[in-house]
Each structure stands twice: as structure tokens, then as C-alpha cells.
């Protein structure tokens, strides 16, 4: 596997763009992905309740086909809880779309992503479709375009030889605020031109959703319009991914890494934001237990608040480990920041401070939580919680 400069559209068989329409004041908010040649797809959802038109769109498309060739992305506004109006503007835009390229309507995924409550204008929404290019001039626009509080894009692209040809896959994300996966404000899309049918493409993102964006989280909310979405149009031209060969763990190499890398960096782009904190819990019952505790301690606003003030309190660890549901023993429990031990078997221990002080002192901060109930592990990531996220948030409909 490689690691390679380049953007969404890397992969071979797609453009994409991203400009201003005018939905926001000033920024990018109007985006796609185009797919020269239908693609195999596969998404996943937010399971708030409340969902998004876009969502309900999108994912009637898919029920429907399990191809699609666009995705037509806008931020500033989210376009839920807008009635029969909202989800009309998300229709027309998936039509609009549609006769654009001349495509099927349900060939073209829809998403949104900004201020709940508000109707998207649909007078920008179809200037900015007419303006949007096919030549492929601008693609890394697209990751600008579907910012909201962001303070940078999240982007990865990566190579590796699968069935005899050079394949390529790219993965975008944005996602700051009301990050508590299942998932969150967090919209993420992954391009590939490898060849692999639909229905294993959907098994593998669910699987690898509940490892990666699954465990992340920056304030515990949940979003209405979260979505994860996957295109493997198979232009590569290798031999199609079956289950269970040594291509298809290749290709699920690079797809886990691809999600990692992108909802740490979600995690770590938390609003006001300081820290990247990773909590790794070792020898837990089951996969599950080991994940929940994780990222139970990882959303914890004492937790997060200790971080940002680079205060040891490993009791808010041990706390939230005891709160997250699954059984486990306090006396057998050990906790480390970083490299340093600072609870072994449930009593605590003896530090070096200024080791301990320099771990905290770090832009990305390791804790170890070591059950020994079993072999399982679970690892979640998230950010401090600062000053700025209130003021952010205080202000942010505004």
C-alpha cells in the first residue's frame, strides 16, 4: 500500500468540483462526485430518528439500485426537519442532477450538511448545478465545499496492485461538531475504480464503520444527516474482489485505513479542539465491551475537559470505564497515559510527574485501559473539550 498525494477524484473514472452558490455567505457550498461509468455503492446512515431529506433520498436511491454515477453535496444548510418542502428541494436536486448528466435520477446520491431547520433555497442549489464543471480542472474544491465548522479539509488517497492492476481509492470527510457517531455532523465519501460487487462492498463498510467512525466522538450528539458513502466503479480493470481471497484482505486493508485515517482526523478537528486523544482498551471479554469502554472514556466531558487542562486525573478513567455497561472488576484494572502506569490492579501508583506532564503536554495523547478479562480490544478516538467549543456552539445558528 501506498500513500499518495491527490484527492477524491484520484481514482481513475471520476471528476468532481466544488464552488460558492451563494447558500453560504461567502465559502465553498455546492459539491459532486461524478463517476464516468456507473458505479457499485454502498452507504450508511445516522441512526438518529430524525433524518435528513437528503437522507431519506439517498437512501431510497440505493434501495432501489445499488448504482450510482453522482453526489451532490451542499453545505451551510442541512435540510431536516423541513417538511414536504425540504425533501421536495432534495428530489429536484437529485433531478436536476440526473438530466445534467444524463443519468437515472436514482443513479444520484444527495447529502447536506449545516443548520437544521432552515429551507434550502433551491434558486442557488440549481445556479450552482449549471456552474458545476465536468473537466476535472478543480477536484480538491469538492473538499472544501462540504465544510461547515471545519478548520481544514480531511482527505487520503491510497495505491496498491489487486488482480493485476494498479488500483486507486479516496476517501474526503467533514465533521467538527455534533460528532457522536452512529454517527455524527460527519459526512464521508470513499471513491475507488477497483471492481467489487455491491453487496460485498455494503458488508465490508458496515464492518468497517463500527471500527473506525463508529468510535469516534467529540460532544455526544448525534447528527440528523450523517451519511458514509462508498463508489467502486471498476475501472482499474482488475479481476472482480471475491470474499475471503488474498485481494479482498488487501482491498479491506486499504479501506480500514482509509476510514481510520479519516474519522481521526474528524476526531482530532473537533470544535475548538486543542488534543487528539486516543483511548486503547486492552483485554476485554468481547469486541463490543472492549469498543464501548473505549469510547465511553473518550466522550466523557471529564475526561476530555482533564486533557485540555493537562491534568492527570486517571479517576475520571477508571470512572467512565465503570459507567460504560460492561461488567469489569476494578482490582484488576491498570491505566496508563501514554507510557507512564499510573493504576495497576485498581490502586494507584507512584509517577514520574514531568514524564506524565510531558505526555499531556502533546497535540495527540495515548490512554491504555487493561481489563484482563479476556483477549478482545477496542480502540476510540476524540478530542478535548475547550472554551472554544462553547463559543463555537454558543453562536454557531447565529
Given at each position: 500500500?501506498n500513500?499518495?498525494e491527490?484527492t477524491?477524484?484520484?481514482?481513475?473514472?471520476?471528476?468532481a468540483?466544488?464552488l460558492?452558490?451563494?447558500i453560504?455567505?461567502?465559502k465553498?457550498?455546492?459539491?459532486?462526485i461524478v463517476s464516468t461509468?456507473p458505479?457499485?455503492a454502498?452507504a450508511?446512515?445516522?441512526?438518529?430518528?430524525?433524518?435528513?431529506?437528503?437522507?431519506?433520498?439517498?437512501?431510497e436511491?440505493?434501495?432501489?439500485?445499488?448504482e450510482?454515477q453522482a453526489?451532490?453535496?451542499n453545505?451551510g444548510?442541512?435540510?431536516?426537519?423541513t417538511g414536504?418542502?425540504?425533501?421536495?428541494?432534495?428530489y429536484?436536486?437529485?433531478?436536476l442532477?440526473?438530466?445534467?448528466?444524463g443519468?437515472?435520477s436514482?443513479?444520484?446520491a444527495?447529502?447536506s450538511?449545516g443548520?437544521?431547520?432552515?429551507?434550502?433555497?433551491m434558486?442557488?442549489?440549481?445556479q450552482?448545478?449549471v456552474?458545476l464543471?465536468?473537466?476535472?480542472?478543480t477536484?480538491?474544491?469538492?473538499?472544501?465545499?462540504?465544510?461547515t465548522t471545519?478548520?481544514?479539509?480531511?482527505?487520503?488517497?491510497?495505491?496498491?496492485?489487486?488482480?493485476?492492476?494498479?488500483?486507486?481509492?479516496?476517501?474526503?470527510?467533514?465533521?467538527?461538531?455534533?460528532?457522536?457517531?452512529n454517527?455524527?455532523?460527519?459526512l464521508?465519501?470513499i471513491?475507488?475504480d477497483?471492481?467489487?460487487?455491491?453487496a460485498?462492498l455494503?458488508e465490508?463498510l458496515?464492518?468497517?464503520v463500527?471500527?473506525t467512525y463508529?468510535?469516534?466522538?467529540v460532544?455526544g450528539?448525534?447528527?440528523?444527516?450523517?451519511?458514509?458513502?462508498?463508489?467502486?466503479n471498476g475501472?482499474?480493470d482488475?479481476?472482480?474482489?471475491?470474499?475471503?481471497?488474498?485481494?479482498?484482505?488487501?482491498?479491506?486493508?486499504?479501506?480500514h485505513?482509509?476510514a481510520?485515517?479519516?474519522a481521526?482526523?474528524?476526531?482530532?478537528?473537533?470544535?475548538g479542539?486543542?488534543?487528539l486523544i486516543?483511548?486503547?482498551?486492552?483485554h476485554g471479554?468481547?469486541?463490543?465491551?472492549?469498543?464501548l469502554i473505549?469510547?465511553?472514556?473518550?466522550?466523557?466531558?471529564?475526561v476530555?475537559s482533564a486533557m485540555?487542562?493537562?491534568d492527570?486525573?486517571?479517576?475520571?478513567?477508571i470512572?467512565?470505564a465503570?459507567?460504560a455497561?460492561?461488567?469489569?472488576?476494578?482490582?484488576?484494572?491498570?491505566?496508563?497515559?501514554?507510557?507512564?502506569?499510573?493504576?495497576?490492579?485498581g490502586?494507584p501508583?507512584?509517577?514520574?510527574?514531568a514524564k506524565?506532564?510531558?505526555?499531556?503536554?502533546k497535540?495527540s495523547?495515548?490512554?491504555v485501559v487493561?481489563?484482563?478479562?479476556?483477549e478482545a480490544?477496542?480502540v476510540?478516538?476524540?478530542?478535548?473539550?475547550?472554551?472554544?467549543?462553547?463559543?463555537?456552539n454558543?453562536c454557531?445558528?447565529?
Amino acid at each position: 500500500m501506498n500513500i499518495i498525494e491527490g484527492t477524491i477524484a484520484s481514482p481513475k473514472g471520476y471528476y468532481a468540483d466544488g464552488l460558492h452558490c451563494g447558500i453560504r455567505k461567502e465559502k465553498k457550498d455546492l459539491g459532486w462526485i461524478v463517476s464516468t461509468v456507473p458505479a457499485q455503492a454502498a452507504a450508511v446512515y445516522t441512526l438518529n430518528h430524525v433524518k435528513a431529506a437528503p437522507i431519506l433520498v439517498t437512501k431510497e436511491a440505493l434501495l432501489a439500485n445499488s448504482e450510482l454515477q453522482a453526489v451532490i453535496v451542499n453545505s451551510g444548510i442541512a435540510n431536516a426537519c423541513t417538511g414536504k418542502q425540504g425533501l421536495a428541494a432534495a428530489y429536484e436536486t437529485q433531478q436536476l442532477i440526473a438530466a445534467k448528466l444524463g443519468i437515472k435520477s436514482n443513479q444520484v446520491a444527495v447529502a447536506s450538511t449545516g443548520v437544521i431547520g432552515k429551507q434550502l433555497s433551491m434558486t442557488e442549489v440549481k445556479q450552482g448545478i449549471v456552474q458545476l464543471s465536468q473537466d476535472n480542472q478543480t477536484p480538491a474544491a469538492f473538499h472544501e465545499a462540504i465544510l461547515t465548522t471545519d478548520t481544514g479539509t480531511k482527505e487520503v488517497v491510497v495505491t496498491a496492485e489487486i488482480g493485476g492492476q494498479l488500483v486507486t481509492m479516496a476517501g474526503v470527510a467533514k465533521g467538527s461538531g455534533m460528532i457522536h457517531p452512529n454517527m455524527a455532523t460527519m459526512l464521508s465519501f470513499i471513491t475507488t475504480d477497483a471492481k467489487i460487487d455491491a453487496a460485498l462492498l455494503s458488508e465490508l463498510l458496515k464492518e468497517t464503520v463500527d471500527n473506525t467512525y463508529n468510535q469516534i466522538t467529540v460532544d455526544g450528539d448525534t447528527s440528523t444527516n450523517d451519511m458514509v458513502l462508498v463508489m467502486a466503479n471498476g475501472c482499474a480493470d482488475n479481476q472482480e474482489i471475491i470474499v475471503n481471497t488474498e485481494d479482498y484482505l488487501l482491498f479491506k486493508k486499504l479501506f480500514h485505513f482509509v476510514a481510520e485515517v479519516l474519522a481521526k482526523k474528524v476526531a482530532q478537528d473537533g470544535e475548538g479542539a486543542t488534543k487528539l486523544i486516543e483511548v486503547q482498551v486492552q483485554h476485554g471479554q468481547t469486541k463490543e465491551a472492549a469498543r464501548l469502554i473505549a469510547k465511553k472514556i473518550v466522550g466523557s466531558s471529564l475526561v476530555k475537559s482533564a486533557m485540555f487542562g493537562e491534568d492527570p486525573n486517571w479517576g475520571r478513567i477508571i470512572c467512565a470505564a465503570g459507567y460504560a455497561g460492561p461488567e469489569l472488576e476494578a482490582g484488576d484494572v491498570d491505566i496508563f497515559l501514554g507510557s507512564e502506569q499510573v493504576l495497576k490492579n485498581g490502586e494507584p501508583q507512584e509517577y514520574d510527574a514531568a514524564k506524565v506532564q510531558e505526555v499531556l503536554e502533546k497535540e495527540s495523547i495515548l490512554i491504555v485501559v487493561d481489563l484482563k478479562q479476556g483477549e478482545a480490544t477496542g480502540v476510540a478516538w476524540g478530542c478535548d473539550l475547550t472554551y472554544k467549543y462553547v463559543e463555537i456552539n454558543a453562536c454557531y445558528h447565529t
